[in-house]
């Protein structure tokens, strides 16, 4: 293992229900690139050389394809990893799990990347966007030897910057003591209510979050000694959910989980960039206005592979 050498994990096997398409692969760049080109980009600017792609059935061989050839032109290596929900999963529940459409979660997802990666890694979700600081910070932490394999670390971002127009997002709150992530709680339905104030609803109460609370956005740097543990987790997961055709398993409560068991420490650096992503269809145009304006600020090119 070279403790210094760094992978990213793209998570890209969601179904995108809510924005009704394959969000992972809709151009929004001015050359037709995907928002996760971008990610790319910022990671090759950091000198990440091994990109593994989490994928789904729908990812088809043209877009393999064009992200293989994107990469090994630029000298870096590539795989795919495909989340069924049959992956991984032990035979004696398939008769339970026929039904099941939805994928298992972003636990799952990087749990099926086990023999791909030797290495501390970046984990991302394909269809969010986080900015080159992120990059930066996460390279740092491994190029300082903090990522082992009791110590992973983690990107936050202030609430106030990852708020959809469009309707209302799911987010992991952190409380964080002098640097160190001590909990991650799942928090639904946040959005911003009429008087411009970021509100969440939980079991019909509605109840404030300061905008300048740390979130987590999926973007962690981890070590391989993680897979053991989401082994353990899947299948307690798997025992207690099977038959719930909608329950998934979440990396950030795994996370959260080892933190409780005094088993981990997680590093959380923060970043005052503006998150955005793509939930809702009508966050396309968002997205498309705001790389337009990280272009002419000069933080990208126009086209990125040329």
Known sequence: MDSKTLSLVILAGGMGSRYKGQKQIDPIGPSKETLMEYSIFDAFSCGIKHFVFIINEQFNAETKKYFQNLIEKNGGKVEFVLQTTYTSVPRGIYDTIEKREKPWGTGHALMITKNHLNNPFIVINADDFYGRKAYEKANELVQNEKITANTYGMVAYKLANTISENGSVSRGVCTVTNGHLENIVERTNIYSNENGEIVF?????????????????????????????????????????ASQLKAEFFLPKVVNDMIKEDQLEVIVEKSDDNWFGMTYPEDREVVVNSIHNLINDQKYPNSLWT
């Open 201 to 241: 609803e939980e079991d019909d109460n509605v109840l404030p979050l300061d905008g300048d609370t740390a979130v987590s956005m999926n973007f962690f740097v981890l070590h391989p000694s993680i897979f053991r543990k989401l082994e353990d987790k899947f299948e307690e997961f798997l025992h207690e959910n």
